[in-house]
């Protein structure tokens, strides 16, 4: 029998060979910058449409904002691959700023078409909306339109735009700087070790209860020593966002989130009901999970523990394996894409030095690829993200149809396609569990992600809007963000934790994102969004597939509101719609709290 190794480490040299001193690189941007100047020049002239038959020159401009945008968006794309697997790639760092300064441009850009046609009078619009060079576009065309009466005029967003190069964007690569700098010393099996973040976090997933407290209080530790280095970077991220809103005259500091996600501020409030209502089964879970370590209450570095010695490990081909195995269940082509990633380098799993923390996927538009990071060390939630992932990564390939501009969907149904992903390897390992013992394992890995869903991700959230209201008064300081967080734990968690994380805030990569304020509850919505999705595939075995497909499909021309009801038939802004996935998850809390 022929066993399949696929690669630990991912193939970049396919899009430029050389990393960041790659000559193609180098001559690539110099192109786009080119394509950019051009564009720039021929948009100085650009006018208002006044009437219908300037629906080919709208279509042109379309096409042309296409090229920039995936050109450009492959060259950012593969250097934040560079700095991903080696954040001391200074070469990358520079080149991550070029690439700033040019989507700086391309911003500027894309306002100036918005600006323009929003000014065309209705009639006429919705004449160029029915036209067929525009029909296709017509959602987006829309909210383009609603978007640019909402803000400033074209000078004035335009300095906007170039002023965050160095402001707003150059405090969030501060952030990378920042966190690609430290080290902690732990102490695993007798010898000490220097890691990165992410290295160390890792670590909170160790049997032994005195590294995981070790790795904790490190953490806490070096956190502290940087804390007004993490304090004054967020500050100023946030400073600058409120500035701009304040110009603009929005007052709600979720008004650009939940505009961003194409979600409604009573869905919103829906969801985080139904979620602070069933928090309870999840609470009793934490309780017995501190008793079983030996304490009353839970503690944070307890929180990924293992139970017992039944937690299950997979080195990186067996979690593969098991991967395609139950994705091939759901449907051929889900598999098959995925094969493909693994077996053609898109993947970077590799446990090392100098990479970043966490995990992503990132799409390459010309190349009709993925990439996918992540630091692979044979868990089963290792297992899970690496899923995850693919999830993401099968989402750009169902889009590849789909013209670029219908491409662009946000965040929250961005999550759905990847927890879909990861519940379908979740389920699986559960279903498969070959003792008691194992079996309780699988699903408290099942629970922990719900635990994240529906109290960490709450508790970012509540710091994050605590923190925005606060910041519109001046300055926060780091003791301050500290007792913010702390707080939103304790109320998250709805008062299950024995102690908590207080720098958090300077620990989590989310907070100091530029381009996707309050990247936070998309998580959650996306996660719960899935249940619903992944119950219907249950329901219909393999032919659901296809459903699944149209659906992704449908997720960049749409509100989710308008996406549950066509594709689920479900009224997303009751709690009623929320409370049914909670309750899966509620079941999976019993099952847990059965069998030990």
Same mark, same amino acid.
């Given at each position: ?107 500027? %850009? &894309?306002?100036?078409?918005?600006? @323009?046609?929003? /000014? ?7 004449? *160029? #909306?029915? +036209? ?7 959602? %987006? &065309?829309?909210?383009?339109?609603? @978007?640019?009466? /909402? ?7 335009? *300095? #906007?735009? +170039? ?155 067996q979690g593969a394996e098991f991967i395609l195995k139950h994705f091939k269940q759901f449907g051929p082509e889900l598999e098959s894409f995925s094969r493909h990633a693994f077996e053609n380098g898109w993947i970077e799993a590799e446990d090392r030095d100098n990479k970043r923390p966490g995990g992503f996927c990132t799409g390459m538009p010309v190349s009709q690829e993925s990439r996918i990071f992540m630091t692979y060390s044979g868990s089963m939630s290792n297992v899970s993200t690496l899923a995850h992932e693919l999830g993401h990564a099968f989402h ?19 999550e759905t396609a990847s927890t879909f992903a990861e519940m379908i390897v979740a389920d699986a390992a559960v279903a498969e569990a070959t003792s008691k013992e194992e079996k309780a394992a699988l699903l408290e890995d099942k629970i922990q992600r719900s635990v994240a869903f529906f109290m960490n991700i709450h508790s970012r959230f509540l710091f994050e809007t605590r923190f925005y209201e606060e910041r519109k008064k001046g300055i926060v300081a780091s003791s301050r963000l500290n007792e913010l967080m702390a707080e939103a734990q304790q109320e998250a ?104």
């Amino acid at each position: 029998m022929t066993v399949t190794t696929y690669p630990l480490v991912w193939d970049l040299d396919t899009f430029f060979p050389g990393g960041s001193d790659s000559p193609q690189l180098a001559s690539y941007l110099e192109q786009v910058e080119a394509k950019i100047e051009a564009f720039e020049s021929q948009l100085a002239s650009l006018e208002t449409p006044q009437s219908a038959s300037e629906s080919k020159a709208m279509r042109d401009i379309i096409e042309q904002l296409k090229d920039v945008a995936t050109n450009l968006s492959e060259a950012g794309a593969t250097i934040g691959c560079f700095l991903a697997q080696d954040t001391t790639d200074k070469k990358a760092a520079l080149l991550q700023g070029q690439v700033s300064s040019l989507g700086a441009r391309l911003g500027t %850009i &894309l306002m100036t078409i918005q600006q @323009k046609w929003s /000014k065309t009078d209705e009639s006429v619009w919705a004449e *160029l #909306i029915a +036209s067929e060079e525009l029909n296709e576009f017509e959602f %987006i &065309l829309n909210e383009w339109r609603e @978007k640019a009466a /909402k803000k400033l005029s074209q000078e004035e967003e335009a *300095l #906007i735009t +170039s002023l965050g190069v160095d402001g707003y964007q150059g405090w969030g690569q501060l952030y990378d700087l920042l966190i690609a700098d430290m080290k902690v010393a732990v102490t695993v099996e007798g010898v000490e070790k220097k890691l990165s973040i992410g290295q160390a976090s890792n670590l909170y997933s160790h049997e032994n209860p005195e590294v995981r407290k070790a790795v904790k209080e490190a953490l806490e530790k070096a956190f502290e020593e940087k804390e007004e280095f993490f304090a004054k970077t967020l500050n100023h991220l946030a400073g600058y966002r409120l500035a701009v809103y304040k110009k603009r005259g929005w007052n709600d500091v979720l008004d650009e989130p939940l505009s961003i996600n194409r979600m409604s501020q009573e869905t919103l409030d829906a969801m985080w009901g139904a979620i602070t209502d069933g928090k309870e089964p999840f609470v009793k879970y934490l309780t017995k999970k501190a008793k079983l370590l030996g304490t009353e209450k839970i503690h944070w570095h307890d929180m990924d523990a293992p139970i017992g010695e039944s937690a299950k490990t997979m080195d990186y081909q067996q979690g593969a394996e098991f991967i395609l195995k139950h994705f091939k269940q759901f449907g051929p082509e889900l598999e098959s894409f995925s094969r493909h990633a693994f077996e053609n380098g898109w993947i970077e799993a590799e446990d090392r030095d100098n990479k970043r923390p966490g995990g992503f996927c990132t799409g390459m538009p010309v190349s009709q690829e993925s990439r996918i990071f992540m630091t692979y060390s044979g868990s089963m939630s290792n297992v899970s993200t690496l899923a995850h992932e693919l999830g993401h990564a099968f989402h750009s390939y169902a889009l590849r149809p789909v013209h670029w501009l219908n491409r662009q969907y946000a965040m929250g149904v961005a999550e759905t396609a990847s927890t879909f992903a990861e519940m379908i390897v979740a389920d699986a390992a559960v279903a498969e569990a070959t003792s008691k013992e194992e079996k309780a394992a699988l699903l408290e890995d099942k629970i922990q992600r719900s635990v994240a869903f529906f109290m960490n991700i709450h508790s970012r959230f509540l710091f994050e809007t605590r923190f925005y209201e606060e910041r519109k008064k001046g300055i926060v300081a780091s003791s301050r963000l500290n007792e913010l967080m702390a707080e939103a734990q304790q109320e998250a968690y709805a008062g299950a934790l024995a102690d908590t994380h207080p720098h958090f805030w300077a620990s989590k990569l989310h907070f100091y994102i530029t381009g996707v304020p309050f990247y936070n509850f998309p998580y959650t919505f996306g996660y719960l969004f899935s249940l619903s999705i992944y119950a219907k595939a249950k329901e219909e075995g393999s032919s659901f597939e296809e459903k699944y497909i149209a659906l992704l499909r449908d997720t960049a021309i749409m509100s989710v509101e308008d996406l549950a009801k066509k594709h689920l038939n479900e009224d997303i802004t009751k709690k009623d719609f929320w409370a049914k996935g909670i309750a899966l998850c509620h079941a999976d809390v019993e099952e847990f709290l059965s069998l030990v």
